[in-house]
């Protein structure tokens, strides 16, 4: 990945209806988004030119606004044309595109009824989020501290950044340890989540097994992938699942827009082998990706 900062970039970012150069995109630092969290964003990727299930991301993003109590002043048509030309105007063959909307800086306070809704989007060249050799060997988590919270105390079912200060928190104190990411769990301890990715366990009763989604997101990727499981003839079990019952496991993986489907090697003190099935996801995940660029439909084998 360059190492480029993110706000020194040749290129075009689409903000509040306009393709403006890349260094001018720029906010207030009195914007109550900054200051509140009141922002929500999405992550889509782009494949052969194409951003995969690209309209699904949008209406998302336009429900995210919906439970943060703000409307987004673009539909849903107006905003997949910003995501086209930006990538356009980039060049982008595979990368990574980012919409984010927030409350701007007429007040500065809690309360931000008068503030008006900003709209961006960014996109830029993005390979694989964990190192491809890495990756097929099966990444290590740590368990986070920090607990996925109840639905009744955070919009949990928004893609809000507020939600993400303990994810980063989590990665960050997991790599200080060594590990590629953190599992987490949610506010009753169950397992939830990585970071930033869904999870999938392959138990010894030969079905797949994923975490109920009522306390994070159900991620479009996670359809995704429930769907080519089904597709390949593998049982989906969605249920709480307690951290001890990951010993019957013996595959894992992740499943999110940055990090697609990738293998987990180990949890903690729990081991996987990346196996048959993973193998087969991963696969199936990338021919579906490549024909939803091309238009033509791919059933997974």
Not at 112 to 139: C, R
Request: with cysteine; net charge negative; glycine share 8%.
């Amino acid at each position: 990945m360059s190492l480029l900062p993110f706000d020194d970039r040749d290129g075009a970012i689409w903000m509040d209806g306009t393709l403006l150069n890349w260094r001018d995109a720029k906010l207030h630092v009195l914007s109550h988004g900054l200051h509140y969290a009141s922002s929500v964003f999405e992550g889509e990727r782009v494949y052969s030119g194409q951003i995969f299930k690209s309209r699904e991301h949008t209406e998302r993003l336009h429900r995210s606004a919906g439970i943060l109590g703000f409307k987004i002043p673009y539909d849903v048509d107006v905003i997949e044309a910003a995501k086209q030309a930006v990538i356009d105007s980039m060049g982008i063959v595979d990368g990574y595109v980012r919409p984010v909307a927030w409350r701007g800086s007429e007040m500065m306070g809690v309360s931000a009824q008068q503030n008006t809704i900003h709209l961006a989007v960014a996109a830029w060249e993005w390979p694989s989020y964990f190192d491809p050799e890495a990756k097929m060997k099966g990444i290590n988590l740590d368990i986070a501290k920090w607990r996925r919270p109840a639905p009744d105390t955070a919009p949990t079912n928004s893609k809000a950044a507020g939600l993400y200060m303990i994810a980063t928190m989590s990665k960050h104190d997991a790599e200080a340890r060594g590990f590629h990411d953190a599992l987490m769990l949610d506010y009753r301890g169950y397992v939830a989540e990585a970071t930033g990715a869904n999870i999938f366990f392959l138990m010894d009763d030969g079905r797949l097994h994923t975490p109920t989604p009522d306390c994070f997101l159900d991620g479009i990727t996670r359809r995704t992938v429930k769907q080519l499981a089904i597709d390949l003839g593998y049982e989906i079990v969605e249920r709480h699942i307690r951290p001890e019952e990951m010993a019957r496991a013996t595959e894992c993986f992740l499943t999110g827009t940055a990090a697609e489907v990738t293998p987990v090697g180990t949890i903690g003190t729990y081991k996987f082998t990346p196996g048959e099935m993973t193998r087969k996801l991963v696969d199936a995940y990338d021919v579906a990706v490549r024909a939803h660029a091309t238009g033509v439909q791919v059933a997974a084998e």
